[in-house]
């Protein structure tokens, strides 16, 4: 079946404006997870979705990040005033329900801050 | 929280040889360890877990061992070819709880001909 998808796979932006990153997760998995991967580094948590619960947002970096999830399947990670250091992959991964059960990662999306 | 460290963050080794990434975590009440593989340009993905109720778990050229007492667990790979090449990550986390999975920096293996 398909995999997990983000869009789009590369961004532009000038410093201080908003951008929106999608991810569409595998159909059925309850579990939603953003990371963000700067050059060369290892994987930063940043939020995660479970179900109807209330997300984790204990690794957002900045009250300019946020992400919601509708309909449970479809999420969305919008950074406001974006700044340089934002520069990064943002991935996307979802499981079939929590923690330890196997992450299917997206293809990431490539942000850069100009 | 819990806290995983990696070693060595960069390691080349001639194919054939073996070669071993090391982890430690902080959290005693951690019994879930995955570790993941992410080719050059590609995603993360699993390539073998264990959970702390066993010491050892193999699959093929692929072995991890767990070492609950010390906090620490290994990946092992063993007569190694050029498309073992790529970074390892090693994560930890509590089955049944909240507590999200949480990776180490990352090693970046390199088998060369």
């Known amino acids: 079946g398909a995999g997990v998808s983000q869009s789009p796979s590369n961004k532009v932006t000038e410093k201080g404006k908003d951008v929106e990153l999608r991810c569409d997760p595998i159909?059925?998995?309850?579990?939603l997870y953003w990371y963000r991967q700067s050059l060369g580094q290892g994987l930063e948590f940043l939020i995660y979705?479970?179900?109807?619960?209330?997300?984790?947002k204990s690794g957002l970096p900045s009250d300019r990040f946020s992400a919601e999830r509708t309909g449970g399947s479809v999420s969305t990670l919008t950074i406001q005033r974006t700044q340089q250091e934002d520069s990064a992959v943002y991935l996307c991964?979802?499981?079939?329900?929590?923690?330890?059960?196997?992450?299917?990662f997206g293809p990431g999306t490539r942000l850069t801050v100009l | 929280g819990e806290n995983v460290e990696q070693h060595p963050s960069t390691l080349s080794v001639q194919e054939g040889d073996s070669a071993v990434i090391k982890c430690t975590y902080s959290?005693?009440?951690?019994?879930?360890f995955p570790w993941y593989k992410q080719e050059l340009g590609k995603r993360p993905q699993l390539i073998i877990d264990?959970?702390?109720?066993?010491g050892e778990k193999k699959d093929q050229r692929i072995a991890v061992t767990l070492n609950k007492t010390a906090k620490h667990f290994s990946l092992h790979i063993t007569e190694t070819q050029p498309e073992d090449s790529a970074v390892y990550f090693c994560?930890?986390?509590?089955?049944?709880?909240?507590?999200?999975?949480?990776f180490g920096t990352g090693t970046r293996l390199q088998v060369t001909l």
């Open positions: 991964a979802s499981a079939r329900r929590g923690h330890t059960d196997t992450q299917y």
């Open positions: 159909s059925g998995h309850t579990a």
């Open positions: 979705f479970q179900g109807n619960s209330a997300p984790d």
């Open positions: 959290d005693s009440a951690s019994n879930y």
């Open positions: 264990i959970r702390s109720n066993v």
């Open positions: 994560a930890a986390s509590i089955i049944g709880t909240a507590s999200k999975l949480t």
